[in-house]
């Protein structure tokens, strides 16, 4: 059984996950795809599994259960949603006999509720300062209907307010005023 080296297995949950293979060292581009489908066709490998698996689980079952890893026979098999993880139980049997036809040496199949959702990738700066509310260019101008000054319609839009009325409100109640 093939294994991934090290540096292309990620730690995910209680199982792992396989990384794109960082490029080798002056190779052809037809050489690597050449590389990468024979990878693809490799038996026992979670790159095969992935490649085939529409196939494999069906056209109602794959789109929401996912092949996590597959290590000394043992397939882990992610569902989005406990009604799938459901269905993959209810299929479990097929779905083991068709993954064994396919060349696939499973010896055991665990599913698991997987959610993909709850590991979002950070935003980037980039894409934070994008739609940022003091953003002129992007949203316009307007005037403040606290101070009259003219303030960033984002800034309008989001507080109700410009951005300096808005600190002056986070920054607490204004004083009293005391009149002697
Ligand atoms: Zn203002």
Redesign the pocket.
């Given at each position: 059984m093939a294994i991934a080296p090290d540096q292309q297995r990620k730690r995910f949950g209680r199982g792992e996950v396989l990384q794109q293979a960082p490029p080798a060292p002056a190779t052809s581009l037809s050489s690597c795809l050449d590389r990468l489908k024979r990878d693809w066709r490799q038996k026992g490998s979670i790159a095969g599994l992935w490649q085939e698996w529409p196939r494999l689980a069906g056209p109602q079952l794959a789109p929401h259960c996912q092949p996590l890893s597959f290590r000394q026979g043992i397939l882990v098999i992610g569902a989005s949603h406990p009604q799938w993880r459901q269905a993959l139980l209810y299929n479990r049997p097929q779905l083991l006999a068709a993954l064994r036809a396919a060349g696939h040496e499973v010896k055991d199949l665990r599913i698991q509720q997987h959610h993909p959702k709850d590991t979002p990738k950070p935003e980037s700066e980039a894409s934070i300062w994008a739609r940022h509310p003091s953003r002129i260019d992007v949203h316009g101008m307007a005037?403040?209907?606290?101070?009259?000054?003219p303030?960033p319609a984002g800034e309008m839009a989001l507080w109700g307010?410009?951005?300096?009325?808005?600190s002056?409100q986070l920054a607490g109640p204004a004083q009293p005023q005391i009149n002697v």
């Open positions: 005037s403040c209907d606290s101070c009259g000054s303030a307010k410009c951005g300096f009325c808005r002056k």
